[in-house]
T-cell receptor, first 112, second 111 residues
Framework: AQSVTQLGSHVSVSEGALVLLRCNYSSSVPPYLFWYVQYPNQGLQLLLKYTTGATLVKGINGFEAEFKKSETSFHLTKPSAHMSDAAEYFC??????????FGTGTSLTVIP | NAGVTQTPKFRVLKTGQSMTLLCAQDMNHEYMYWYRQDPGMGLRLIHYSVGEGTTAKGEVPDGYNVSRLKKQNFLLGLESAAPSQTSVYFCASQGTGVEQYFGPGTRLTVT
């Protein structure tokens, strides 16, 4: 069975500081990988996805993630945090493209 | 183009009552999913559908039933609600790509 581990259920950063949210997955083959963001009382929005090709993926709002097969990781980064980045972030994995497994989420707080 | 909509947005049920949650999408997507979201547990798949007239069980299907009579609609039913079913329910749809599109959620409380 697939599993997705997000290290740190709560992360706090200062405004302007680097954001790093960690995601590791278990899979015997390179899967599809996703990061979603959820703002309070809203559904999930896709930030970025990895399917094939370039391992560094750029998404919306200045976020990017790097697929590292040897480490089975797909960490999310943003060089400079903004107050509007405060939200819940979910990493997800799909081995086939139509069954998805989500991590437990990381709540990001941005301190002014 | 409304995307994915969910009805209702909020609901309070008493134990043993039944209800149906409606998910509708206007993107002509084949795949539709129902998830529940609980604190500290992320999203867990309840049931899903790969096309009109088909349904399949996900990770946590017990206590729920679903139907996909029309391609654009995916219904989630609770026949006899239990407090353990208090949760936020999300519907998602997926077309030919690998991206899922989520609805705004339904917050259900069972007392």
């Amino acid at each position: 069975a697939q599993s997705v581990t997000q290290l740190g259920s709560h992360v706090s950063v200062s405004e302007g500081a680097l954001v790093l949210l960690r995601c590791n997955y278990s899979s015997s083959v390179p899967p599809y990988l996703f990061w979603y963001v959820q703002y309070p009382n809203q559904g999930l929005q896709l930030l970025l996805k990895y399917t094939t090709g370039a391992t560094l993926v750029k998404g919306i709002n200045g976020f990017e993630a790097e697929f590292k097969k040897s480490e089975t990781s797909f960490h999310l980064t943003k060089p400079s945090a903004h107050m509007s980045d405060a939200a819940e972030y979910f990493c997800a994995v799909s081995p086939t493209g139509n069954q998805f497994y989500f991590g437990t989420g990381t709540s990001l707080t941005v301190i002014p | 183009n409304a995307g994915v909509t969910q009805t209702p947005k909020f609901r309070v049920l008493k134990t043993g009552q039944s209800m149906t949650l409606l998910c509708a999408q206007d993107m002509n997507h084949e795949y539709m999913y129902w998830y529940r979201q609980d604190p500290g547990m992320g999203l867990r798949l309840i049931h899903y559908s790969v096309g009109e007239g088909t349904t399949a069980k996900g990770e946590v299907p017990d206590g729920y039933n679903v139907s996909r009579l029309k391609k654009q609609n995916f219904l989630l039913g609770l026949e006899s609600a239990a407090p353990s079913q208090t949760s936020v329910y999300f519907c998602a749809s997926q077309g030919t790509g690998v991206e899922q599109y989520f609805g705004p959620g339904t917050r259900l409380t069972v007392t």
